[in-house]
């Protein structure tokens, strides 16, 4: 029997990007630990399904950079849990899904929702300091009166590789992007970047589980091949 599917579990860190980071790459200096879970169908040799939940946290914080000096002068902060559930389309590289052994490079792409509970802090916001930039206190004034999402859309996109060491088991390693289509995922937008949407990336390695894979491992829940 081929393996049919694939489980796995895997545990990495995710990074916030947003207002409340001078980075491009995002905010490594505060990321927060993640852990998922998958289960896929194989298709074909290159293309499966997959289903994910995650896990995990996301903070930002104006205070952990020096530069530029205004950053710890506006002193916003946020955090929030993340509960993340996804469906994606995988592309194997390879062409080697049904592979006993080997490296296997993988793409994806999908959609699903994120659900937060963002709590946003501007307690240590100095007035004074930005006396001269009054529409920085007015977007907060508006940031502040604005709800904040429960939950929102995400397109997650990414690559990864696997490695199946027996038809059973393998390990894999992942780096992901989250486009959110939002700029209250860290609580901010008129007083930060109102022209910069929010986004969220991932890394993470983890174990990958095969039910009936290896030929005359089979239990029936695999691809029967022909004779």
């Known amino acids: 029997n081929l393996p049919g599917y694939e489980f796995g579990i895997s545990a990495g860190m995710l990074v916030y990007q947003g207002d409340l980071t001078p980075k491009q790459l995002g905010s490594f200096e505060t990321q927060q630990p993640a852990v998922g879970f ?9 293309l499966s399904v997959k289903a994910s939940l995650l896990f995990g946290k996301l903070r930002g914080d104006d205070a ?16 929030t849990p993340v509960t993340e559930l996804t469906a994606q389309l995988a592309w194997n590289l390879a062409g080697s899904n049904f592979s006993e052994k080997g490296l296997a490079p993988y793409v ?8 937060l509970r963002i709590r946003r802090d501007w307690n ?10 009054p529409a920085i206190a007015a977007g907060l004034n508006a ?7 429960r939950m929102l859309p995400v397109v997650p996109v990414g690559a990864g590789v696997k490695f199946y060491f027996s038809p059973r088991w393998g390990v894999h390693a992942e780096a992901n992007y989250r486009f959110t289509f939002s700029d209250y995922l860290d609580g901010f937008s008129q007083a930060a970047a109102p022209d910069k949407g929010d986004k969220y990336m991932g890394y993470s390695v983890g174990i990958i589980y095969r039910p009936g894979g290896g030929n005359g491992s089979g239990n029936g829940k695999g691809i029967k091949c022909p004779p």
């Open 38 to 46: 998958f289960a896929a169908k194989l298709i074909n040799p290159a």
């Open 64 to 79: 952990v950079y020096e530069s530029p000096a205004f950053r710890r002068q506006r002193n916003f902060n946020f955090s």
């Open 108 to 115: 994806f792409a999908g959609a699903g929702i994120t659900f």
């Open 124 to 133: 240590g916001f100095n007035r004074e300091y930005f006396h001269d930039a």
């Open 143 to 149: 940031d502040s009166a604005h709800s904040l999402p």
